[in-house]
């Protein structure tokens, strides 16, 4: 079935294209609805990231869905505190911090990853790289999703 053919499909287009050309024409007020959304919804980033972290164990039975939890709410704690710091220094021309502060995250990943769960260099390192693309991937969803929430609104 063609979606233009059915008057639902044509009346769903029609909004979608509104709601675009609404949040297109006033930008400053799609990144205040962003701001809003983000803070909002930030939450849904620990349920989004839990299950990467348990698939890095996947027949390991000493850690649980708890542990993982707590793992990447640290983890994700952290991550914000250095969001914070790079803005700071971006904000009070300190340019030249935020590349070394952005590089703090895969190592944060690689220490926590190896304090928590008591993995050895071999182990950690491929994990830590799985990781950090698992990471750049729910960001990329979360993101996403914030836009179209904020668009929709």
């Not at 400053?28 to 990467?52: C, D, N, Q, T």
């Not at 649980?64 to 220094?89: K, N, P």
């Not at 070394?100 to 944060?108: G, S």
């Not at 698992?134 to 993101?143: C, G, I, K, P, S």
């Amino acid at each position: 079935m063609n979606i233009s053919a059915s008057p639902n499909g044509q009346k769903t287009v029609g909004r979608i294209g509104a709601a675009l050309r609404r949040a297109f024409a006033d930008p400053e007020l799609l990144a205040i609805r962003m701001e809003g959304s983000a803070h909002k919804y930030s939450w849904l980033l620990i349920p989004l990231s839990v299950p990467f972290v348990w698939m890095l164990f996947p027949f390991n039975r000493r850690f649980g869905l708890y542990d993982h939890t707590v793992f990447v709410t640290y983890s994700l704690s952290f991550m914000l505190l250095l969001i914070a710091a790079i803005s700071l220094a971006g904000n009070y021309n300190r340019g030249w911090l935020m590349f070394p502060l952005a590089c703090l995250a895969p190592f944060h990943m690689h220490r926590h990853l190896r304090g928590t769960y008591g993995l050895r260099k071999r182990q950690v390192a491929w994990r830590t790289v799985l990781l950090s693309g698992a990471a750049l991937f729910v960001l990329t969803v979360w993101t996403i999703a914030v836009l179209a929430i904020s668009i929709a609104a």
